[in-house]
């Protein structure tokens, strides 16, 4: 059974930087062929796909976070990351890591994905 478990600072000052871990066991990132998301729900609001992260080390981000967002990978720790620069209140959000077979760009439709973490809350504040 495949688990991911996210982790990291709940609360971030505006203007620095968000870091998150997704922490994955059952399953190996590499050689398993599976996609590493990351996506978000802010409070009131819609899940945000964030951006993910392929088997082979391939990053895609949706187009409106591109800029300040950075998924990487740690295949020793089996561990996926999520940077997001600068931030706002506007950020504040549950994150979720969630991983799928297939690559599916923006889907923020849970049944697309096979696994999902629980989500951890982040404010950003001051």
């Known amino acids: 059974q495949v688990q991911l478990q996210e982790s990291g600072p709940g609360l971030v000052k505006p203007s620095q930087t968000l870091s998150l871990t997704c922490t994955v066991s059952g399953a190996s990132i590499p050689p398993v062929n599976y996609y590493w998301s990351w996506i978000r729900q802010p409070p009131g609001k819609g899940l945000e796909w964030m951006g993910v992260?392929?088997?082979?080390?391939?990053?895609y981000y949706a187009p409106h976070l591109k800029s300040r967002t950075s998924i990487a990978r740690d295949t020793l720790k089996n561990q996926f990351t999520l940077q997001l620069v600068s931030v706002t209140p506007e950020d504040t959000a549950v994150y979720y890591c969630?991983?799928?077979?297939?690559?599916?760009?923006?889907?923020?439709?849970?049944?697309?994905?096979?696994?999902w973490g629980q989500g951890t809350l982040v404010t950003v504040s001051s």
């Open positions: 992260i392929s088997y082979s080390g391939s990053t």
């Open positions: 969630a991983a799928s077979e297939t690559l599916i760009l923006g889907a923020t439709d849970r049944n697309l994905y096979k696994y």
